[in-house]
């Protein structure tokens, strides 16, 4: 290519110096032109980038969250079998021999055949939070509010977890935004306030029945807001006020008439 543009501009100079015809030679000078373009806009980084990724076929399968924002990412790419492997504390292998699952190491010293053997998964076996996404739920009374909340789970059989789904944390949390926005629809917008306990629980219960196929349990639920529109806000602290006014006009008149008495 580098040659082709030299022997390019070199004809052009020619044309230029030798020719009669000045179009011929400004053909020359517009191709040599072209051609230099077309080779800075193939060699510049922007370009590269836009070329399709080739896919790699064969890697090395491991456990990886799912495209959740608001969860950290829990990947964590298993190790080369070297024969010997130390598994850490609190921390699970998950063992393919031949590309069938094998066995699940624990923490502790062990001997694996090189090239028969491979760590498929790593996974770590101690208890984890998970933020529950802001989401959209109606109340009984047709109210819209925006409910979050964060999740505690744990990986209780790394077996379950490497093959029963293949992103078993953010399914867990998926369940966990469900059951919220059904139990907040059975809800009046005052009880869902004071009801924050009895959701928590009931979360928590229905996570860990859908969860035991993913291997995972949820240890415990929290809301943490329940938001209402402006409007009903601003609703709810008039009505607030006008029951503060009205307990004090109450006291002040049950003051007056034990005084009269």
């Known amino acids: 290519m580098n040659n082709l543009i030299k022997l390019t501009s070199l004809n052009a ?25 077309n080779r800075s806009i193939a060699s510049s980084p922007a370009s590269s980038s836009l070329r399709p990724a080739q896919s790699s076929l064969g890697g090395v399968r491991h456990f990886r969250g799912g495209n959740n924002s608001d969860s950290r990412s ?8 070297w024969g010997i492997r130390i598994v850490p504390e609190r921390m699970a292998f998950v063992i393919e021999r031949l590309g069938k699952y ?14 028969v053997d491979r760590i498929a998964f790593v996974h770590s076996l101690k208890e984890e939070v998970f933020n529950v ?7 009984q009374d047709n109210v819209r509010v925006q409910v979050d909340g964060v999740i505690y789970l744990k ?11 293949e992103h078993p944390f953010d399914a867990a949390i998926q369940v966990a935004q469900g059951i919220m926005r059904s139990a907040l629809g059975k809800l009046t917008l005052d009880n869902a306030f004071k009801e924050r306990e009895n959701i928590n629980d009931e979360i928590v219960r229905g996570v860990n029945e859908a969860a035991t196929a993913y291997g995972l349990k949820c240890i415990r639920c929290v809301i943490k807001d329940i938001n209402p529109p402006q409007t009903v806000r601003q609703a709810m602290e008039l009505q607030a006020d006008a029951e503060r006014k ?16």
């Open 102 to 115: 094998h066995t699940t190491l624990n923490s502790g010293m062990h001997f694996l055949i090189p090239l």
């Open 13 to 37: 100079l020619r044309s230029l110096r030798h020719s009669h015809s000045p179009a011929t030679a400004l053909r020359t000078l517009t191709t040599c032109s072209s051609l230099l373009r």
């Open 74 to 81: 829990h990947e964590i790419a298993p190790p080369i079998n």
């Open 246 to 261: 009205k307990r004090v006009k109450i006291l002040v008149s049950e003051g007056k008439k034990s005084y009269v008495v």
């Open 155 to 165: 990986i209780e059989d790394p077996h379950l977890a490497s093959y029963g789904a």
């Open 133 to 139: 996404p802001d989401q959209t739920a109606v109340t």
